[in-house]
């Protein structure tokens, strides 16, 4: 099991930035990527970006490129997504995600361990 808490959510004017992270622990030998994901109020849960677990591919929703960066710690066994000029419609839950399908998905079906998500609100 794969146990995931994001953290560095908050309230943010528009035009800030916010880094979040995700601190993984539990079993993650069988991990292949891990992704992050968002929620927004009354719609449908969003792919953002994937990273490789063990490898530096990286993958970010094409409408998302410029503003949204993954990356990975691998000394603090976490993975963080950096927005910067954050908009009113990136105001959402944040989810950190892995999975063990050996491809890089954007399919939420796709990913085993989810977190519990961060909230971010983008408010002047």
């Known amino acids: 099991q794969v146990q995931l808490v994001e953290s560095g959510g908050g309230l943010v004017p528009p035009g800030g930035s916010l880094r979040l992270s995700c601190a993984v622990s539990g079993r993650t030998d069988s991990v292949f990527a891990m992704a992050w994901f968002r929620q927004a109020p009354g719609r449908e849960r969003e792919f953002l970006s994937i990273?490789?677990?063990?490898?530096?591919?990286?993958a970010t929703a094409d409408a998302l490129k410029g503003r949204f960066t993954i990356s990975r710690d691998n000394a603090k066994n976490s993975i963080h997504l950096q927005i910067d000029n954050l908009q009113t419609e990136d105001t959402g839950v944040y989810y950190c995600?892995?999975?063990?399908?050996?491809?890089?998905?954007?399919?939420?079906?796709?990913?085993?361990?989810w977190g519990q998500g961060t909230r971010v609100t983008v408010s002047s």
């Open positions: 995600a892995s999975t063990t399908y050996p491809y890089m998905t954007h399919r939420s079906s796709r990913y085993e361990s």
């Open positions: 990273i490789g677990w063990r490898s530096d591919n990286t």
